[in-house]
């Protein structure tokens, strides 16, 4: 059987939840103060299917599994959450230092060629821009991880 997908683990997760807690979790899921924001439009009336596509379209597949368990946690569904989370099926997470400290160990040269990759002069981040994007949960701290390793480096 192929792996389930992210999408398909948040609907069972909330295809199991009572009608009253599927509407809890609905007003959770409005009731968000972080970006980006649902629309009240895109919650009000649907069901869980619609729900989930929404969650994976609004915050990406593991945005959405993390918003998913943080609101089933929120409602008083752990147990939900807790066999949400133990899935198969969260993909790996790329470390923020990791990365800053392969491109940036070096200094800017060795860190552009051990980035290169097999196919030519393409970068690393350049052929697995998409990838990478996708992976990312939380902008800020790359950001300033970035921001910390370009001063770091400038200073020397």
Same mark, same amino acid.
């Given at each position: 059987?192929?792996?389930r ?12 939840l ?10 959770a899921?409005?009731?968000?103060? *972080?970006?980006p #924001? ?8 649907? +069901?869980?299917?619609?729900? $989930? &596509?929404? %969650?994976v ?5 593991? *945005?959405?599994? #993390? ?8 409602? +008083?569904?752990?147990?939900? $959450? &807790?066999? %949400? ?5 969260e993909p ?17 040269? $060795?860190g552009?060629?051990?980035g ?6 393409r970068?690393?981040v ?5 990838a ?8 800020p ?5 970035l921001n ?7 200073s020397?």
């Open positions: 059987m192929p792996p997908t992210i999408k398909a683990a948040i609907q069972d997760a909330l295809e199991d009572t009608e009253k807690k599927f509407k809890k979790f609905c007003a899921l409005l009731d968000r103060r *972080g970006e #924001r649902v629309k009240r439009s895109s919650v009000e009336g649907q +069901d869980y299917i619609t729900i $989930a &596509q929404v %969650l379209s609004t915050f990406t597949e593991s *945005g959405a599994l #993390r918003i998913t368990l943080e609101l089933l946690r929120e409602i +008083d569904c752990s147990e939900e $959450a &807790q066999r %949400l989370g133990e899935l198969p099926h790996k997470r790329i470390s923020i230092i990791s990365i800053s400290q392969s491109i940036f160990a070096h200094g800017p040269s $060795a552009a060629s051990a290169r990759t097999m196919s030519g002069d970068h690393f350049d052929t697995h821009r998409t990478l994007i996708q992976r990312v949960s939380t902008v701290p790359l950001l300033d991880e910390y390793s370009h001063h770091r480096k400038n020397f």
